[in-house]
């Protein structure tokens, strides 16, 4: 699974993307943010409240409840606002 981090959440974590392999049991965003969470150190941190970003799962806007998959490409990325 791709995963790539932007803006804040790519400050916590250190990281801009990387590639994993998440256990069989993370099926859904959710599963991965509490996965992710486990990691500790800026993970356990940038996933402390699901409230404060957002996911895009292959590219499109997706909930915490979004099936997701070995293959897939997941985004985290704070709120947008405009103006």
Known sequence: ??????????QKTG?????????????TVLDLVQW???R????GE???DEKRFRVAVNQEH???GAV????DEVA????????
Do not use: C, H, N
């Open 36 to 38: 992710l969470r486990l």
């Open 62 to 64: 997706a909930l915490l």
């Open 15 to 27: 990281r801009s993307e990387e590639v994993v392999t998440v256990p069989a049991d993370v099926t």
């Open 46 to 48: 940038a996933f402390a």
């Open 1 to 10: 699974m791709k995963l790539l981090y932007f803006a804040w959440v790519r």
């Open 40 to 43: 500790g150190g800026g993970f």
């Open 68 to 71: 997701i998959g070995q293959d």
């Open 76 to 83: 985290f990325f704070p709120p947008v606002t405009g103006g």
